[in-house]
Structures are given as C-alpha cells and as structure tokens.
C-alpha cells in the first residue's frame, strides 16, 4: 500500500531539516496514555482537541509497521523504557485488553523544533499483550506494548450467545421463543399461525 504526502511534508523532505516522530495513543479503561519518540512534549489535536504528547526519546521505541493487502493480522511492539510506576500500574491492573492503540507518524522540523503538520495515522489496532519487567536499581522498568491489527479479532473466539433454543433456555428458563429453531435448520416447511 502506498502512501503519498503532503506538499508541506515534500518541502520538509527536500530540505532535510525534517526527523521523523512517531506518536502513540494507548486508550485505558482508566484514561489515556499519550507517547512520542520526541525527547520533549509535543502538543497537537488528534481529534480530541489539543492534548500532550509526553517525549521518551531514547527511552521509547517502535517495531516496523508492516502494511499487506492481504486480510492478515499485523502486529506493532511498542518499548517504553524507564517508565514511570504509574505506567506500571496500568500495565497491572488497568483494563487493557482489546482497546483501542493508535500509532501516528509525524515530521519534526529540525531548526524550528516544530510539526510540519497534523501527524497522520500510520496504523491502528487494539493492544493484544503487554510483557513488562519491574525495575531495579540497575535496569528500569520496561513495558512493551503489542497493538494488533483489525483482523486480529477474526481470530478470536466468539462467545456470543447463540440463536439455539438451549442457549436461549440458559438466559431465560421455560421460554418458548426459539423452541422450534431444530425444525427450521432441518429445512422443513412450517406456517406459522395454520393449524395442523
């Protein structure tokens, strides 16, 4: 897949006073966590209003984002270094699991030390596993983050109820609503409200 950009991004490119920033937004069921690559706090609107990117610089990376045309599931692996307990805490307990992460890539002026643009989404998912290490006076904290791609909820089992007259009878005993659905599935004619 490609990906064109914009005149503004062109002329940065030309220049070469451009660095690339990535950006991550890691939706909590506790609230939301904002992370650049940047080594100082960048603020733009990803579509909640103006809000802060806190920079790890050295201290956070990305995996390579890897884009198919096939329905594949694809994969990015966030690491933030020496993070704070509170990061920690999140990883912990917080409500985690299948929420929304969105990964945005940005261009950094150089000289200026300012976003050429709005940084664009460059891939969005759902983070899938998060591994961590507690620090300790000689290693910091680690958190690596692993936000799958869309096609990684195909992938995962479905425990909905089902349109069976057993399943419905587990949520509402005696119920006769889906009594006859065996007969149905066998592809037998019944009129409903005929006699005989």
Known sequence: MTRTTTAAEDTVLAAELRHPVFFAKLEFTTGTVRVSTHNAVLNWDDGDG???YTGLGDLGGISHVEETIEGKTN???LSLN???SSLVALALGSGWRWQPGTIYKGWLNVSTKVLVETP?????GWMDSMPF???TRDEPATINVSIVSRFARWEVPFNAPRWSNA???KRRSGDKFFEFMPEIAKGRE???GQSG
């Open 133 to 135: 290490t507690l620090g």
């Open 167 to 169: 399943d419905h009878q």
């Open 50 to 52: 103006a809000v802060d």
């Open 120 to 124: 664009r989404v460059r891939f969005k």
């Open 82 to 84: 020496g993070v704070k």
């Open 75 to 77: 994969r990015v692996t």
């Open 190 to 192: 019944i009129f409903w």
